[in-house]
């Protein structure tokens, strides 16, 4: 042959578009955080390192309110999608395909096939109702709105979770005389749990990140982090927004990481 | 330990939640309209803090408060629009005894025929809405329509029209020699046809100009006079022009709503503005002029002959008030509005 | 079957749906439930200044294709409605495609790694999957306005004199949402070629085979339920997409969300918005029918 180092897995020019792809991915990220660190108020001139910017969007009340709002609404959220979820995935896993249970599948599912503006405006229209009937404009729905598309961000890790459980350890658990519930609490949830960990994860930033459906239902003042920046983006386009999204996208990192960590485990 | 954590979040879900907190005031604005250091001014003196959320038009603020249950308490419409906030039962009278500086608002401001007496609604500020151009980009006449409806060969394509509805129907009615909210049908025709004519030729139709001309992202736009001010106090190439076809005179008020519930809050604040130092404190952040009397001693110097502020002799009788159209004038108005907007 | 093997198996479907009740009345409640709502919206009468009277009324079914003409009372066809859609419907097609062509590679490269080194680049495709769509679109915003990186950088090497218009016209709209989707199409498509079994390039290149063959004959057939999932991914959020029009379209240049939500601010009537939404759901939803339908259909000869 005469192409000693012919690589079956070699096409050609695929490997110059993966590069060019992460360097194109990467680069308009990259160039938001470096400027966020910008002495000076030009998002393209670089003017000197300073952390001002920093400053000034913790010292902004309406940054720090609306930061608290995001992760309070993502930690009820999260919560509650993935309890949800959890009992969701035991009861649709492992188990004879019942009746219904497509249609199980399809609701809990149906957040991810919805376009979110359908969903933001049908939201809207029925939260309106509820909010002139009871004359309540608190949290709740918003937690109410974010823990339902989160369901099933929580649900398919904890899913593929369970399914690549060992039913031994459970059956062998039963042969002990342990009952359904002490096998459950004993053996099954902590083998879950990395999965659970993983759903909540996931169902955390998820709710974090969510734009549209919060821009549709949030009442007076109830602004989260990415509804602030979305309101500042139409006007200010100074380095303040630049700092707010690296916390943010700190913040994500820093998720994901633990995130890629409790998955890898399971693989091993 | 699990039933600590549990009853540790019920507290937090039920202090989080809860509907009205004391001490809190739920201000309704326009975006970029509010001085903070009003709000840190008013904080200090009553302890009560406010919560400022944005909108960007007329229309946008009576559809959100119109769904029901918004949680705000006051609202800044433009004086066309009061008497239809005021028809619909969203706001409230206003107990004028809890509002002691209401003696305050200017003569020519107390007995507008929107709001007789000032029963509903106490003046924020009020401006003009003209022309904006960058002048490296066009060094013609700014004192026209034509920036919008007939742009030049060097504006095409370089035009925002900001998307408030009533300005900008009133423009180009006058514009095509009419008066705003006009009913005669052929007119209105023509009106139409010359924007749906204009619209290839505009690049946005979005707010935010005073950044976004500031940072030379738009080059020309339809413009209110105080926001363009200071847009040019950092971009000194933006020049602010009054149409000689007609340009519009309006006035921003605070009402207060009807399920409002702060009320205690609220008029404090109502009452706090009307004080002719705080009013010009908001004249100052904002660049317009008030319609309280007195405040002229408190404002900021470079205001008193800003072309943006001091509307230039010759085309002084040119202005029109901004007033509320008939019916047929509106529907015409909106189904204009809706077919350019597509 | 025994009448013990019978009463466990109902009660293993009974606690099926007990353990999935409370996720149901979750998602009906705040999920599902209110898309009724919206169908019935969408036969009101729109309120003079928003919310809806209760009267029947197909206005907001006609008014999607149709509008009445105020001055004659006629009904003619909106063409600015059906721009909207074909813009929506182009921009997302034109999305997907563009997505795949650059994703399908970058899939590959990453998929080609040893293993060690794979996972890092995974994780390295997966942050801008998950970091915030407005931070992507903020971004590309700042890459592609006036005095952005990019025009900066073409104006200093004296590429171009003046800034090339690039943000507030369809170019835009469609460089954001490539940018922004661009990681939905790259996962699924690895995921794909990751069970790709390589031995089957061997063996197509001991017959003699082109690259471009064995592309086109035996890796893309193969891959394809990634290349379909990495589709839906893409086109559907592209057809609804809102954040990234509006931000980088400047209002001018609507897509079918933005369009909707115009409905319930200042265009001031919910019953268009409400059909519009219902319309756009079905779009979706024939789209997703239509391309398990190919999945399906190529399994079956496989």
Not at chain 1, 125 to 152: E, N
Not at chain 2, 20 to 35: D, I, P, R, V
Not at chain 3, 259 to 275: M, S, V
Request: proline share 5%; glycine share 6%; hydrophobic share 50%.
């Amino acid at each position: 042959m005469a192409d000693r180092s012919f690589s079956v897995a070699r096409l050609p020019g695929f490997t110059t578009t993966a590069m060019i792809v992460f360097l194109a991915l990467y680069l308009p990220i990259l160039t938001l955080v470096f400027y966020s660190f910008n002495a000076g108020n030009s998002v393209a001139v670089w003017q000197g390192f300073s952390l001002d910017w920093y400053r000034r969007a913790w010292a902004n009340d309406a940054v720090k309110d609306a930061t608290l709002r995001s992760l309070i609404i993502a930690v009820f959220a999260a919560i509650i999608a993935t309890t949800v979820a959890t009992m969701a995935a035991l009861g649709t896993t492992r188990r004879r395909a019942f009746k219904g249970q497509t249609f199980i599948y399809v609701m809990i599912n149906q957040p991810l096939m919805v376009p979110e503006i359908v969903t933001a405006v049908a939201l809207l229209i029925f939260f309106a109702q509820i909010k002139v009937f009871t004359g309540y404009t608190g949290l709740g729905y918003l937690i109410a709105a974010h823990s339902a598309f989160c369901v099933p961000f929580a649900y398919l890790p904890i899913r593929a979770r369970l399914e690549g459980m060992d039913l031994s350890l459970e059956t062998a658990a039963a042969d002990l005389y342990a009952s359904p519930w002490q096998t459950f609490r004993h053996v099954t949830l902590p083998l879950l749990l990395p999965g659970i960990i993983a759903g909540a994860m996931l169902a955390f930033v998820i709710s974090l990140d969510d734009v549209v459906i919060t821009e549709f239902v949030k009442s007076g003042g109830q602004d989260t982090l990415p509804t602030y920046m979305l309101g500042q983006l139409r006007r200010q386009l100074t380095p303040e927004i630049n700092a707010i999204s690296t916390g943010l996208l700190a913040l994500t990192v820093l998720l994901l990481t633990a995130f890629f960590l409790l998955t890898r485990k399971q693989d091993a | 330990m699990m039933k600590q954590t549990l009853a540790a979040l019920a507290l937090l879900m039920a202090s989080t939640t809860l509907a009205a907190a004391e001490g809190e005031l739920q201000l309704y604005n326009w975006g970029n309209y509010t001085s903070p250091e009003l709000l840190a001014k008013f904080e200090k003196e009553t302890g009560i803090k406010v919560i400022v959320t944005d909108y960007d038009s007329n229309d946008t603020a009576l559809a959100k408060i119109e769904a029901g249950g918004s949680g705000f308490d006051l609202v800044v419409p433009s004086a066309n629009y009061v008497p239809i906030w005021i028809e619909k039962g969203l706001v409230q009278e206003l107990d004028l005894s809890k509002i002691a500086n209401h003696k305050n608002i200017a003569a020519e401001w107390m007995n507008v025929d929107y709001d007789p007496g000032r029963k509903f609604s106490i003046p924020w500020q009020w401006g003009t809405t003209g022309m904006a151009v960058n002048q490296t980009a066009y060094s013609g006449d700014v004192n026209t329509s034509a920036i919008f409806l007939d742009p030049p060969p060097e504006l095409v394509g370089k035009v925002n029209v900001t998307p408030e509805m009533n300005d900008v129907l009133a423009l180009a009615t006058m514009y095509m020699g009419g008066a705003p909210c006009s009913e005669d049908a052929e007119l209105m025709k023509k009106v139409r046809d010359k924007l749906i004519e204009a619209k290839p030729k505009w690049q946005s139709m979005d707010y935010g100009m005073t950044e976004k001309m500031a940072a030379n992202d738009v080059m020309a736009s339809l413009y209110w006079n105080g926001a363009i001010f200071r847009a040019r106090l950092e971009n000194p190439e933006v020049k602010y022009g009054y149409p000689k076809e007609g340009y519009i005179l309006w006035m921003d008020q605070v009402m207060l709503l009807k399920d409002a519930q702060h009320v205690d809050e609220a008029y404090k604040f109502l009452d706090f503005i009307a004080v002719p130092e705080n009013a010009a404190m908001i004249s100052a952040f904002a660049r317009y002029a008030n319609g309280i009397a007195g405040s002229d001693a408190f404002m900021p110097d470079d205001m008193k002959d800003a072309p943006e502020i001091v509307i230039p002799a010759e085309l002084k009788d040119k202005g029109v008030f901004m007033k509320t159209c008939t019916g047929k004038a509106q529907d015409y108005i909106t189904a204009i509005w809706t077919e350019l907007q597509k | 079957m025994s009448a013990a093997e019978d009463a466990a198996r109902r009660t293993s479907d009974r606690n099926g749906w007990l353990l999935s009740t409370p996720a149901l009345v979750l998602l009906t409640l705040a999920a599902a439930g209110p898309l009724l709502i919206v169908v019935v919206y969408s036969f009101l009468s729109p309120g003079e200044y928003g919310n809806v009277v209760w009267n029947f009324n197909l206005d907001g079914w006609r008014g999607i294709l149709f509008s009445r003409d105020v001055f004659d009372d006629t009904l003619v066809l909106a063409d600015a409605h059906l721009t909207i859609f074909w813009r929506s419907v182009w921009l997302s097609i034109l999305t997907t495609v563009i997505t795949f062509a650059v994703g399908f590679p970058t899939a590959w490269f990453i998929a080609t790694r040893p293993p060690r080194q794979r996972t890092l680049w995974l994780f390295l495709i997966t942050i801008p999957f998950w970091t915030n769509l407005l931070i992507r679109t903020f971004a590309i915003n700042e890459v592609i306005r006036n005095e952005g990186l990019l025009n900066t950088l073409l104006m200093r090497t004296g590429l171009i004199d003046t800034p090339l218009q690039i943000i507030y016209t369809d170019t835009a709209v469609l460089i954001g949402m490539t940018y922004v989707y661009l990681p939905l199409m790259v996962l699924p498509l690895f995921a794909a070629i990751d069970r790709f079994d390589m031995r089957l390039l061997e063996a197509g290149y001991d017959l003699y085979a082109s690259r471009w063959n064995v592309l086109r004959r035996i890796i893309l057939p193969i891959v394809k339920p990634g290349i379909i999932a990495g589709s839906i991914l893409v086109f559907v959020p592209s057809l609804g997409a809102y954040v990234t029009p509006r931000i980088l379209g400047g209002g001018k240049n609507m897509m079918i969300g933005n369009f909707i939500e115009l409905q319930f601010g200042q265009g001031r009537n919910w019953p268009l918005g409400a059909a519009l939404s219902v319309t756009l759901l079905v779009i979706v939803t024939v789209a997703l029918l239509v391309y398990v339908r190919f999945a399906n259909k190529d399994q079956g000869h496989g």
